[in-house]
Nanobody, 125 residues
Framework: VQLQASGGGLVQAGGSLRLSCAVS????????VGWFRQASGKEREFIAA????????LYADSVKDRFTMSRDNAKNTVYLQMISLKPEDTAVYYC???????????????????WGQGTQVTVSS
């Protein structure tokens, strides 16, 4: 499985960005896909994930109501729409995938076998 994240950039506080994660190499619909982020000097943090296409996303409390994860089966792409961005959202954002992950592990970074390269999101105050 290969993942390619894109869409990061510099945005002012209160602004919006949409990240994309193109997935190839395995049946997209059955893959669990997650978004994580890692700020400088901090541990990787769970953002959102879905067990498979059509499943309701799980969100971290810190982004609930501001971030929306979606999947486009026709494009084998996962999106993370981010609104009302805050300076504390600044981080490198990663998408990850796994074919055997169980629901209880969706928020666990070490449970994912495949990772994209990350895309930088910087929110200025």
């Amino acid at each position: 499985v290969q993942l390619q994240a894109s869409g990061g950039g510099l945005v002012q506080a209160g602004g919006s960005l949409r990240l994309s994660c193109a997935v190839s190499g395995r049946t997209f619909r059955s893959l669990a896909v997650g978004w994580f982020r890692q700020a400088s000097g901090k541990e990787r943090e769970f953002i959102a994930a879905t067990k498979k296409s059509g499943a309701t996303p799980l969100y971290a409390d810190s982004v609930k109501d501001r971030f929306t994860m979606s999947r486009d089966n026709a494009k084998n792409t996962v999106y993370l729409q981010m609104i009302s961005l805050k300076p504390e959202d600044t981080a490198v954002y990663y998408c990850a995938a796994d074919s055997t992950l169980i629901t209880s592990s969706l928020a666990t970074a070490t449970a994912y076998d495949y990772w994209g390269q990350g895309t930088q999101v910087t929110v200025s105050s």
